[in-house]
């Protein structure tokens, strides 16, 4: 069904912190902090949808100022080089990754201490992850955001016929 597909363009990025949500990210809120969020679509009868029927879409957000974000990040795929999404799903075994504590705007497993550069496309700067958390491209609208295009690497393991059945 619907709330297992994965972001699709247009989507709108919501919180998924348990005390916001189903709120729509603002980007006025956003800092070198991770914000977690859902991608909410609509349901077949046009009501919102929050896609949280799959936990590997589950998203990271970051906001850095102007020139921090450098290769391999796409920097087409984020919002005026200061904002990008990453799968918020660890590549090494599915662990949900959180701020590194010890150094500001990285990102650290807490499963196995893996570790991700959000200002370098989240590639793995330290533990057993075998690569990169997928950048997913997003767009402004207004104060929100909203997904641009499918993940820049696929990041799900569910084959073509599954993903047509979560399309109904
Ligand atoms: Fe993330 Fe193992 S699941 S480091």
């Known amino acids: 069904t619907r709330d297992k597909m994965p972001p699709v363009e247009g989507d709108i990025l919501v919180h998924a912190a348990a005390s916001q949500e189903g709120d729509p990210i603002k980007i006025s809120e956003l800092s070198d902090q991770l914000v977690r969020a859902w991608p909410m679509g609509k349901d077949k009868e046009g009501n919102n949808l929050i896609r949280k029927g799959d936990p590997n879409n589950v998203l990271a957000i970051f906001r850095f100022p ?18 990008v999404a990453y799968s918020d799903v660890c590549t090494h075994a ?9 150094t500001a705007g990285q990102m650290k497993c807490p499963c196995h201490s893996g570790q991700y550069d959000p200002k370098r496309g989240c590639m793995v700067v330290g533990g057993p992850p075998p690569r990169a958390l997928a950048q997913l491209p997003i767009k402004q609208q207004d104060d929100n955001l909203v997904v641009g295009g499918f993940f820049l690497e696929n990041p799900y393991p569910f084959t073509e016929a599954e993903w047509e059945a979560r399309k109904e």
């Open 66 to 83: 102007a020139g921090k974000i450098i290769a391999p990040t796409n920097i087409e795929a984020t919002i005026n080089g200061e904002i």
């Open 94 to 102: 599915g662990c949900s990754v959180a701020d590194d504590d010890q």
